[in-house]
């Protein structure tokens, strides 16, 4: 498998749970009085669909950085 399918299939199948763990949220603990996050079900969904997305990003392995300059 391709390495950027890989990565697109990672970060999409986090957003996704992601966003079932928002719409989760708001079903069972989501307040019902002005509450900008939890008290929508698309925000909530949204929210932890972003979050979902940005998580992978912290496990990937990071590459040093070479300094090729010529001084």
């Excluded at 708001?26 to 900008?36: A, D, I, M, P, Q």
């Amino acid at each position: 498998m391709n390495k950027h399918i890989k990565s697109l299939l990672i970060v999409s199948v986090s957003a996704l749970i992601g966003g079932l763990i928002g719409y989760s949220y708001y079903h069972f603990y989501g307040c019902t009085n002005g509450c900008s996050i939890t008290g929508s079900p698309i925000n909530s969904t949204l929210y932890f669909a972003f979050i979902g997305f940005l998580l992978p990003g912290l496990f990937k392995k990071k590459t040093p950085v070479t300094s090729d300059r010529i001084e």
